[in-house]
Protein backbone atom coordinates (compact mmCIF):
# COMPACT_ATOMS: atom_id res chain seq x y z
CA UNK A 1 0.00 0.00 0.00
CA UNK A 2 1.07 3.42 -0.53
CA UNK A 3 1.60 5.78 2.56
CA UNK A 4 1.54 9.59 2.87
CA UNK A 5 3.65 11.40 5.98
CA UNK A 6 1.80 13.81 7.78
CA UNK A 7 3.29 16.15 10.70
CA UNK A 8 -0.05 17.22 12.85
CA UNK A 9 0.56 19.87 15.62
CA UNK A 10 -1.25 18.65 18.28
CA UNK A 11 -1.90 21.15 21.94
CA UNK A 12 -3.11 19.62 25.12
CA UNK A 13 -4.75 21.36 28.02
CA UNK A 14 -5.14 19.89 31.39
CA UNK A 15 -7.23 21.17 33.87
CA UNK A 16 -4.33 23.13 35.89
CA UNK A 17 -4.67 24.81 32.57
CA UNK A 18 -1.14 23.67 31.76
CA UNK A 19 -0.74 23.30 27.84
CA UNK A 20 1.62 21.17 26.34
CA UNK A 21 2.50 21.45 22.42
CA UNK A 22 3.80 18.67 20.19
CA UNK A 23 4.60 17.63 16.42
CA UNK A 24 2.93 13.97 15.75
CA UNK A 25 4.20 12.34 12.73
CA UNK A 26 1.05 10.44 11.29
CA UNK A 27 1.56 7.74 8.50
CA UNK A 28 -1.69 8.08 5.88
CA UNK A 29 -2.18 4.59 4.12
CA UNK A 30 -3.56 5.27 0.57
CA UNK A 31 -5.76 2.06 -1.18
CA UNK A 32 -2.60 2.26 -3.87
CA UNK A 33 -0.55 -0.55 -4.73
CA UNK A 34 3.46 -0.36 -4.06
CA UNK A 35 4.30 -1.14 -7.70
CA UNK A 36 7.20 -3.51 -8.60
CA UNK A 37 10.01 -1.92 -9.62
CA UNK A 38 12.05 -4.21 -12.16
CA UNK A 39 14.26 -4.65 -15.11
CA UNK A 40 15.33 -7.24 -17.74
CA UNK A 41 18.80 -6.99 -19.33
CA UNK A 42 19.61 -7.96 -23.41
CA UNK A 43 20.05 -11.76 -24.06
CA UNK A 44 18.46 -13.03 -20.58
CA UNK A 45 21.51 -11.65 -19.26
CA UNK A 46 22.48 -11.95 -15.52
CA UNK A 47 21.34 -8.23 -14.14
CA UNK A 48 23.16 -8.83 -10.86
CA UNK A 49 26.05 -6.42 -11.55
CA UNK A 50 23.37 -3.61 -13.45
CA UNK A 51 20.70 -3.35 -10.61
CA UNK A 52 23.25 -3.20 -7.55
CA UNK A 53 21.91 -0.66 -5.63
CA UNK A 54 18.67 -0.46 -7.23
CA UNK A 55 15.35 -0.79 -5.38
CA UNK A 56 14.60 -4.14 -7.78
CA UNK A 57 11.08 -5.75 -6.96
CA UNK A 58 10.79 -7.86 -10.12
CA UNK A 59 12.48 -9.11 -13.29
CA UNK A 60 11.68 -10.22 -16.57
CA UNK A 61 13.53 -13.49 -18.59
CA UNK A 62 12.79 -15.25 -21.78
CA UNK A 63 11.90 -18.82 -22.11
CA UNK A 64 10.78 -21.29 -25.10
CA UNK A 65 8.60 -24.59 -24.01
CA UNK A 66 11.46 -26.10 -26.18
CA UNK A 67 14.45 -25.74 -23.62
CA UNK A 68 15.11 -28.19 -21.47
CA UNK A 69 15.68 -26.14 -18.37
CA UNK A 70 13.11 -23.62 -18.54
CA UNK A 71 12.50 -22.66 -14.70
CA UNK A 72 15.08 -21.09 -13.78
CA UNK A 73 16.89 -21.69 -17.28
CA UNK A 74 20.27 -22.87 -17.65
CA UNK A 75 22.72 -20.67 -15.68
CA UNK A 76 20.25 -18.69 -13.93
CA UNK A 77 20.55 -20.08 -10.60
CA UNK A 78 20.69 -16.92 -8.68
CA UNK A 79 16.82 -16.30 -9.92
CA UNK A 80 15.97 -19.04 -7.19
CA UNK A 81 17.94 -16.56 -4.53
CA UNK A 82 16.06 -13.50 -6.00
CA UNK A 83 12.75 -15.03 -5.55
CA UNK A 84 13.45 -16.13 -1.89
CA UNK A 85 14.35 -12.85 -1.19
CA UNK A 86 10.88 -11.98 -2.36
CA UNK A 87 12.07 -10.53 -6.00
CA UNK A 88 9.05 -10.99 -8.32
CA UNK A 89 9.41 -13.28 -11.35
CA UNK A 90 7.89 -12.88 -14.39
CA UNK A 91 8.90 -15.55 -16.87
CA UNK A 92 7.61 -15.24 -20.64
CA UNK A 93 7.22 -18.67 -21.63
CA UNK A 94 6.86 -19.14 -25.42
CA UNK A 95 5.91 -21.91 -28.12
CA UNK A 96 8.60 -20.44 -30.52
CA UNK A 97 12.04 -21.30 -30.58
CA UNK A 98 15.00 -19.59 -29.77
CA UNK A 99 18.44 -19.36 -31.36
CA UNK A 100 17.39 -21.46 -34.66
CA UNK A 101 14.43 -23.36 -35.62
CA UNK A 102 14.09 -26.77 -34.00
CA UNK A 103 14.72 -29.09 -36.85
CA UNK A 104 14.59 -32.87 -34.60
CA UNK A 105 12.08 -34.08 -32.17
CA UNK A 106 12.56 -34.26 -28.72
CA UNK A 107 12.44 -37.39 -26.81
CA UNK A 108 12.39 -37.54 -23.40
CA UNK A 109 11.30 -38.46 -19.74
CA UNK A 110 9.58 -36.60 -17.16
CA UNK A 111 8.91 -38.10 -13.56
CA UNK A 112 8.75 -41.19 -15.21
CA UNK A 113 6.94 -41.15 -18.25
CA UNK A 114 8.50 -40.98 -21.96
CA UNK A 115 7.79 -38.45 -24.31
CA UNK A 116 8.16 -37.73 -28.05
CA UNK A 117 7.62 -34.55 -29.21
CA UNK A 118 7.32 -33.43 -32.64
CA UNK A 119 9.09 -30.62 -34.77
CA UNK A 120 6.72 -27.12 -34.38
CA UNK A 121 4.62 -26.47 -37.37
CA UNK A 122 3.57 -22.80 -37.00
CA UNK A 123 5.25 -19.51 -38.16
CA UNK A 124 4.79 -16.30 -36.59
CA UNK A 125 5.81 -12.65 -37.21
CA UNK A 126 5.74 -12.71 -40.65
CA UNK A 127 6.66 -9.54 -41.18
CA UNK A 128 7.47 -8.82 -44.95
CA UNK A 129 11.31 -9.16 -45.74
CA UNK A 130 12.52 -11.02 -42.44
CA UNK A 131 12.30 -14.49 -41.52
CA UNK A 132 9.42 -16.22 -40.08
CA UNK A 133 10.34 -17.93 -36.78
CA UNK A 134 9.34 -21.40 -35.97
CA UNK A 135 6.87 -22.25 -33.45
CA UNK A 136 5.00 -24.80 -32.03
CA UNK A 137 1.58 -24.59 -33.78
CA UNK A 138 -1.69 -24.21 -31.94
CA UNK A 139 -3.19 -27.35 -33.06
CA UNK A 140 0.11 -29.07 -31.48
CA UNK A 141 -0.99 -27.93 -28.14
CA UNK A 142 -4.84 -28.83 -28.22
CA UNK A 143 -4.21 -31.94 -29.83
CA UNK A 144 -1.73 -32.96 -26.84
CA UNK A 145 1.18 -33.30 -28.97
CA UNK A 146 3.14 -30.97 -27.17
CA UNK A 147 2.11 -32.20 -23.69
CA UNK A 148 5.64 -33.41 -23.27
CA UNK A 149 7.14 -29.84 -22.83
CA UNK A 150 4.12 -28.77 -20.19
CA UNK A 151 4.83 -31.39 -18.06
CA UNK A 152 8.43 -30.50 -17.97
CA UNK A 153 7.98 -26.65 -17.55
CA UNK A 154 5.19 -27.55 -15.33
CA UNK A 155 7.58 -29.79 -12.76
CA UNK A 156 10.37 -27.24 -13.09
CA UNK A 157 8.00 -24.61 -12.09
CA UNK A 158 6.89 -26.53 -9.19
CA UNK A 159 9.90 -27.14 -8.19
CA UNK A 160 10.92 -23.44 -7.83
CA UNK A 161 11.06 -21.49 -3.99
CA UNK A 162 8.02 -20.82 -2.62
CA UNK A 163 7.31 -16.69 -4.34
CA UNK A 164 6.02 -14.64 -6.50
CA UNK A 165 6.24 -15.96 -9.94
CA UNK A 166 3.92 -14.92 -12.80
CA UNK A 167 4.60 -17.04 -16.05
CA UNK A 168 3.22 -14.76 -19.01
CA UNK A 169 1.99 -17.03 -22.15
CA UNK A 170 3.94 -15.28 -25.06
CA UNK A 171 5.59 -12.20 -25.24
CA UNK A 172 3.54 -10.57 -27.33
CA UNK A 173 0.63 -12.49 -29.22
CA UNK A 174 -0.53 -9.21 -31.16
CA UNK A 175 2.97 -8.99 -32.57
CA UNK A 176 3.01 -12.52 -33.66
CA UNK A 177 0.23 -12.79 -35.20
CA UNK A 178 -0.10 -9.30 -37.01
CA UNK A 179 0.98 -10.28 -40.21
CA UNK A 180 -1.16 -13.71 -40.08
CA UNK A 181 0.39 -16.99 -39.09
CA UNK A 182 0.53 -20.80 -40.83
CA UNK A 183 -0.06 -23.65 -39.42
CA UNK A 184 0.51 -27.12 -41.52
CA UNK A 185 1.11 -24.40 -44.35
CA UNK A 186 -2.09 -23.40 -43.63
CA UNK A 187 -2.30 -19.69 -43.52
CA UNK A 188 -4.67 -17.99 -41.13
CA UNK A 189 -5.74 -14.38 -40.35
CA UNK A 190 -4.58 -12.14 -37.25
CA UNK A 191 -8.51 -12.56 -35.92
CA UNK A 192 -8.07 -16.52 -37.04
CA UNK A 193 -4.87 -16.37 -35.73
CA UNK A 194 -6.23 -14.70 -32.03
CA UNK A 195 -9.02 -17.45 -31.80
CA UNK A 196 -6.90 -20.73 -31.85
CA UNK A 197 -4.27 -18.82 -29.76
CA UNK A 198 -7.19 -18.65 -26.99
CA UNK A 199 -7.87 -22.16 -27.60
CA UNK A 200 -4.40 -23.43 -26.97
CA UNK A 201 -4.08 -20.56 -23.81
CA UNK A 202 -6.82 -22.87 -22.30
CA UNK A 203 -5.73 -25.73 -22.75
CA UNK A 204 -2.21 -24.88 -21.33
CA UNK A 205 -3.84 -23.00 -18.13
CA UNK A 206 -6.21 -25.80 -17.32
CA UNK A 207 -3.00 -28.24 -18.21
CA UNK A 208 -1.16 -26.29 -15.59
CA UNK A 209 -4.02 -25.86 -12.78
CA UNK A 210 -4.39 -29.82 -13.38
CA UNK A 211 -0.82 -30.21 -12.50
CA UNK A 212 -1.15 -28.65 -9.38
CA UNK A 213 1.08 -25.36 -9.67
CA UNK A 214 0.69 -23.62 -6.43
CA UNK A 215 -1.20 -20.40 -5.89
CA UNK A 216 1.73 -17.97 -5.65
CA UNK A 217 2.10 -18.74 -9.84
CA UNK A 218 0.14 -16.50 -11.40
CA UNK A 219 -0.52 -16.57 -15.26
CA UNK A 220 -0.97 -13.50 -17.87
CA UNK A 221 -1.61 -13.22 -21.94
CA UNK A 222 1.52 -11.46 -23.34
CA UNK A 223 0.46 -8.37 -25.55
CA UNK A 224 2.14 -5.50 -26.70
CA UNK A 225 -0.99 -3.62 -26.57
CA UNK A 226 -0.67 -1.54 -29.38
CA UNK A 227 -3.84 -2.80 -31.31
CA UNK A 228 -7.30 -2.35 -29.80
CA UNK A 229 -9.16 -5.00 -31.53
CA UNK A 230 -6.70 -7.62 -31.18
CA UNK A 231 -5.98 -6.82 -27.60
CA UNK A 232 -9.80 -7.49 -26.89
CA UNK A 233 -9.98 -10.40 -28.34
CA UNK A 234 -7.35 -11.71 -26.59
CA UNK A 235 -9.26 -10.96 -23.25
CA UNK A 236 -12.70 -12.76 -23.62
CA UNK A 237 -14.58 -13.20 -20.07
CA UNK A 238 -14.25 -16.55 -20.66
CA UNK A 239 -10.45 -16.78 -19.45
CA UNK A 240 -9.90 -14.34 -17.22
CA UNK A 241 -10.74 -16.39 -13.82
CA UNK A 242 -7.69 -18.42 -15.02
CA UNK A 243 -5.27 -15.46 -15.04
CA UNK A 244 -4.42 -13.39 -12.55
CA UNK A 245 -2.94 -9.94 -14.39
CA UNK A 246 -3.89 -8.53 -17.53
CA UNK A 247 -0.44 -7.75 -19.66
CA UNK A 248 0.91 -5.24 -22.07
CA UNK A 249 4.23 -3.85 -23.00
CA UNK A 250 4.64 0.32 -22.71
CA UNK A 251 7.13 2.05 -25.57
CA UNK A 252 7.61 5.50 -26.32
CA UNK A 253 7.96 6.05 -30.33
CA UNK A 254 8.24 9.43 -30.24
CA UNK A 255 9.60 12.32 -28.01
CA UNK A 256 6.25 13.83 -27.89
CA UNK A 257 5.17 11.18 -25.95
CA UNK A 258 4.98 11.35 -22.16
CA UNK A 259 5.15 8.47 -19.44
CA UNK A 260 1.76 9.06 -18.74
CA UNK A 261 0.67 8.43 -22.53
CA UNK A 262 2.64 4.96 -23.20
CA UNK A 263 1.28 3.57 -19.63
CA UNK A 264 -2.25 4.73 -20.21
CA UNK A 265 -3.21 4.03 -23.96
CA UNK A 266 -3.90 0.30 -23.37
CA UNK A 267 -5.32 0.90 -20.07
CA UNK A 268 -7.98 3.47 -21.32
CA UNK A 269 -9.20 0.33 -23.94
CA UNK A 270 -9.28 -2.44 -21.21
CA UNK A 271 -11.24 -0.21 -19.19
CA UNK A 272 -13.55 0.32 -22.23
CA UNK A 273 -13.73 -2.57 -24.01
CA UNK A 274 -13.15 -5.71 -21.58
CA UNK A 275 -15.93 -7.38 -19.33
CA UNK A 276 -15.81 -6.62 -15.72
CA UNK A 277 -13.43 -9.88 -14.22
CA UNK A 278 -10.81 -8.28 -16.90
CA UNK A 279 -10.90 -4.52 -16.20
CA UNK A 280 -11.04 -5.63 -12.36
CA UNK A 281 -7.12 -7.52 -12.89
CA UNK A 282 -4.10 -5.54 -11.80
CA UNK A 283 -1.35 -5.13 -14.55
CA UNK A 284 2.14 -6.37 -15.08
CA UNK A 285 4.17 -4.56 -17.22
CA UNK A 286 6.80 -6.77 -18.63
CA UNK A 287 8.88 -4.45 -21.12
CA UNK A 288 9.03 -0.73 -21.13
CA UNK A 289 11.26 1.83 -22.53
CA UNK A 290 12.38 4.67 -24.65
CA UNK A 291 14.66 4.28 -27.74
CA UNK A 292 18.59 5.89 -26.89
CA UNK A 293 17.39 7.85 -30.12
CA UNK A 294 15.39 10.42 -28.69
CA UNK A 295 18.10 11.48 -26.31
CA UNK A 296 16.53 11.99 -23.11
CA UNK A 297 16.28 8.44 -21.40
CA UNK A 298 17.48 9.20 -18.07
CA UNK A 299 15.31 12.23 -18.04
CA UNK A 300 12.74 10.87 -19.06
CA UNK A 301 12.85 7.68 -17.02
CA UNK A 302 12.50 9.61 -13.81
CA UNK A 303 9.30 10.95 -14.89
CA UNK A 304 7.64 7.54 -14.83
CA UNK A 305 6.93 7.31 -10.85
CA UNK A 306 4.22 10.07 -11.46
CA UNK A 307 2.85 8.65 -14.46
CA UNK A 308 1.93 5.33 -12.63
CA UNK A 309 1.43 7.04 -9.01
CA UNK A 310 -1.37 9.53 -11.28
CA UNK A 311 -3.08 6.40 -13.00
CA UNK A 312 -2.97 4.13 -10.23
CA UNK A 313 -4.48 6.95 -8.05
CA UNK A 314 -6.99 7.62 -10.42
CA UNK A 315 -7.97 4.14 -12.02
CA UNK A 316 -10.95 2.35 -10.73
CA UNK A 317 -10.32 -0.48 -11.95
CA UNK A 318 -7.30 -2.46 -11.96
CA UNK A 319 -3.63 -0.85 -11.42
CA UNK A 320 -0.26 -0.93 -12.32
CA UNK A 321 2.23 -3.72 -9.59
CA UNK A 322 4.99 -4.25 -11.82
CA UNK A 323 6.87 -1.99 -14.18
CA UNK A 324 9.92 -3.83 -15.70
CA UNK A 325 12.02 -1.69 -17.78
CA UNK A 326 13.62 -3.85 -21.18
CA UNK A 327 17.41 -2.59 -21.89
CA UNK A 328 17.55 -4.10 -24.91
CA UNK A 329 17.23 -3.53 -28.39
CA UNK A 330 18.13 0.01 -29.49
CA UNK A 331 14.84 1.10 -31.18
CA UNK A 332 13.20 0.51 -27.95
CA UNK A 333 14.77 0.53 -24.88
CA UNK A 334 18.51 -0.42 -24.75
CA UNK A 335 20.62 2.22 -21.79
CA UNK A 336 22.94 4.92 -23.72
CA UNK A 337 24.64 6.33 -21.70
CA UNK A 338 23.91 2.78 -19.79
CA UNK A 339 25.11 4.78 -16.33
CA UNK A 340 23.18 7.07 -16.70
CA UNK A 341 20.37 5.09 -17.15
CA UNK A 342 20.70 2.78 -14.27
CA UNK A 343 21.36 5.60 -12.13
CA UNK A 344 17.40 7.06 -13.48
CA UNK A 345 16.07 3.73 -12.61
CA UNK A 346 17.60 3.91 -9.24
CA UNK A 347 16.22 7.11 -8.41
CA UNK A 348 12.69 6.28 -10.20
CA UNK A 349 12.93 3.36 -8.30
CA UNK A 350 13.15 4.77 -5.04
CA UNK A 351 9.99 7.26 -5.57
CA UNK A 352 6.58 6.85 -4.76
CA UNK A 353 4.64 4.23 -6.14
CA UNK A 354 7.73 2.46 -5.76
CA UNK A 355 8.49 2.44 -1.93
Not at 279 to 307: C, H, R
Amino acid sequence: MGTTNLVIKVTVKDGAGNISTTNVNVIEKSNEPTVAGGYYVSGNGDMRADTAGINLKSFTQYRSLADGNTFPGYGKEYLRDFISKGIWGNFVLELKGYGGSITAPQTFTVEGKSYTVPIPNMTIQQRPGQAWPKAYGYDQVTSGKIDGLLHRAAAQLKAMPVGKINVQLASEFDTDHEFGITENSVAYTWEQADTRALSALNYMLDYFKAYGIGSNVTFTIGMAGFNRAAFKRMHPESIMPKIGYLHFNAYRRSASQTALDIFKRTKVWSDADLGPIAKAKDIIVAEWGTPMSLNDQAAFIKTVPAAIKKLNEESTTGKFVMTNYFNSNDGWGTLSPKQAGLDALKTAYLTDPYV
